[in-house]
């Protein structure tokens, strides 16, 4: 009994990161229909970065922390400025958007290792102390924080998308592209605030995994795997939708591993994805449906 | 009608609650020119793409060449010689004017992936001809002179002619027009007209959805109206012209009738 | 009333047509085959190694643009039909002792039954659903290469994989290697303008313009999809089995993810659709580690950066810029046959 809340704990709060990622990735979705493969690039980026700032620079863990996430989220505005705004003047297909944030994933993640090095690194969690324990099953205080924080901030993502006149704006944005400039909304800008929030959120998501596990080089590309699942599972275009698929994706893996070997844990995650895809493109909450 | 070329029955389609179409029936009558006009929203359209099996309908049949297509594949609905062209251009945009019509061969040729590499003599020949049957159906549209040019370059009344050459291409029994005229101007809807009566008198059965009354009036045989997906009235342009039914749905209730003039809509 | 138009669509925009059989084409065309049956006698050992892969990497590049190019649709897991025409290779000509050609064979025939399986309902999808659904698959390929130890060594990898060869008759040197796959290049680009120049490569051209506009012709989309897909994927497969001969040793890393950026820069590098330009693609992306010397490391950060490079500056390619320069010196013609 206590094995399986024991995964159930580990599944929830991993689920929680993924559906930040998700959201994060929703977010920029919405806004352009980018697939954005270089999502998982800002959650190891938040996660490195905050290691360099403290572990190197010797600066204290939340002045790191908030630098970090202040630094990916301008670096997500900067590639949104330099190398996707140009590109969608162009009227370029979608796909080869898609292929620029691959290729930007690539140049980061590769940056990174050449910069940084190859080694897995970490820093300390939140708050110290040993493990709680309740109903037998003994869960790390980070863990805690992964939850908690990561429903915090999907909360306050909620109350900025409908409570702020940006969060409305980006929202216009997102619903109908062409008729938002008509209100005086600058589409091009909320672009670049969409990316600059999606890095964000990515970045925020890597800063709370990795006192958990670790953060490295390579872990982008599962990440951004991981966000795509689970947007699709919750929808495309919801991003609570999103996060609570995340939850699920979280959940789904969590059981896999304990009923089948860890290293296939991927392989679980995409076979939902591929179950989803072929049969239940729009998702478990999708507010709207592609044609 | 004796031994219609398209008999639609009952045809009904609906999207979530709305029924775009309902019950909708009419015959269309071998190497007619039949046209089916109605207000925006009427179904028009949707009532094409379940003929032509693009949407399959819900209820209701459709009846080509005394077969059942209701539920038959948009690509074999094609292949009986059904085909009907888009509302908005569908140009194969990177391909040159000729290359878009040759692809409109297709239906009427053989040979695959196979028969591409290895080229035997009768494919060889194949080819040829179907280049020469291109280039004719080019210069009956009028635009052989333009054959090499990408087709992405043409102006946009040229467009709306190849798409209508590469159907023509198909050797279509039954062409299904959905606004052909759509965006045209005067001088270019006087060269459809004449099209489309060429269509006719090489064999084809043209069935059209037009908005533009000036080109319906002087065209078409037989005028299918609907209106809220529903069909309302059928008859000669000179009856449908004169149908009160008729006027309501374009014009509202009004008291009196009033003779339907075609500058009115 | 909007007709809807399948906005989940990101096809590619295929290159404009470039005019074919014109003196300048013919010039290009022969300087390219001059090229690369001379560039042995003045490489070094490296480089002909390097070159040997180039070739192998157009193979699969080839394939991938008969899909992606010529019939605009995405795959992100091709990766998947190299590693199982590699790894069916490896395992039935080191632990079954099968022959090179028939283990080659067998490859081919698995892949295409691979492709057909997993095709039949993914190729239903369009746009990004297709690209990360062959990017799962891929994926899932990849990782059950790496975990399938009894049957893969994981990452130890398959050693000891006989060269290629018909009986007695060995491809033992990395010359040999070069011209054979040369050839099947050559072999392949052949079918590939074959292809394309007939009824069936309109086809595909149509499909990549405008699906429904050519299932409204009678081109049933669907099948011409699925069989586009699985000439690629026997294509990859026998990209795969090559590498396994060439190289005698195979494991998962060279079928990642990796593998599909490279796949990518290559194609897009050359000129996506052009038959040629993936070709040409694959030389120059595989003849990086060379030029960059010793800062061979960054090799996949150089990939990065072209691929983005290239999206940025010179989407249509290497190709189509050669054919534009090659037009400009050669052909002496008006401006009326630049789109032959």
Partial sequence: MSLYLQFLASGLSVGCIYGLVAIGFSVIFNASGIVNFAQGAFVMLGGTLTYVLYERAGLPIWFAIILSIFLSALIGMLFEVTIIRPLWKRNTSLFIMMLATLALGVIAENAVLHTVGDETHSFPPFTAGPPLQAFGASIARQTVWMAVLSVLIMILLNLLYKKTLLGKAMRACAVDRNVAPLLGIKVERMLTYSFGLSAALGAIAGILITPAQYTAYHIGLTFSVMGFIAAIIGGLGNPTGAFVGGIILGLLQSFAILFFDAGFKDVIAFSILLVFLLVKPSGLFSSYVEE | ?265 | MADSESSATPSLALPPRIARGSRSMRIVVISMAVIIAALPFVASTYVLSLLVLASIYAVLAIGLDLFMGQTGQVSFGHNAFAALGGYATAILTTAHNWPPLAALAFSIVISVIAALIVGVRTLQLRGHYLAMATLALGMIAYTLAVQLTSLTNGFAGITGIAPLGIGPLELTSDLQYYYVVWIIVALGIWSSFRIKDSRVGRALGAIAGNEEAASALGINAARLKLIAFTISAAYAAVAGALMAHFIGFLSPEVFGLDLVTLLFAMLFVGGIGTIYGPVIGAVLIALLPAILGPLADYRQLAYGVILLAVIMFAPSGAFRLIADLAERLFDRSSEGEKHG
């Fill in chain 2, 1 to 265: 009608m004796a031994d219609p070329i398209l008999r639609v029955t009952d045809i009904t389609k609906r999207f979530g609650g709305v029924v775009a179409v309902n019950k909708v029936s009419f015959d269309v009558e071998r190497h007619s020119i039949t046209a089916v006009i109605g207000p925006n929203g009427a179904g028009k359209t949707t009532l094409f793409s379940a003929i032509s099996g693009f949407r399959a309908a819900d209820e209701g049949t459709v009846i080509f060449e005394n077969t059942d297509i209701t539920r038959t594949r948009a690509d074999e609905v094609a292949q009986r010689g059904l085909i009907r062209t888009f509302q908005l251009v569908r140009l194969f945009r990177q391909m040159s004017v000729l290359d878009n019509v040759r692809v409109g061969l297709h239906s009427q040729t053989r040979g695959g992936f196979a028969m591409a590499v290895i080229r035997p003599a009768w494919f060889r020949e194949q080819e040829r001809r179907g280049i020469d049957e291109a280039r004719a159906v080019l210069d009956k549209v009028g635009l052989l002179g333009q054959e090499n040019a990408e087709a992405s370059t043409l102006t946009y009344g040229q467009q709306r002619l190849l798409e209508v050459a590469r159907a023509l291409a198909a050797k279509p029994k039954l062409l299904l027009l959905d606004e052909p005229a759509a965006g045209l101007n005067r001088v270019e809807s006087d060269n459809l007209a004449v099209l489309i009566r060429k269509i006719r008198e090489g064999g084809t059965t043209v069935l059209f959805v037009e908005h533009d009354m000036d080109l319906v009036m002087r065209v078409a045989e037989s005028i299918h109206v609907l209106d809220f997906g529903q069909h309302i009235a059928r008859g000669t342009p000179a009856e449908v012209k004169a149908n009160p039914a008729v006027l309501k749905a374009y014009l509202g209730d009004i008291s009196e009738p009033v003779a339907l003039k075609a500058e009115m809509i």
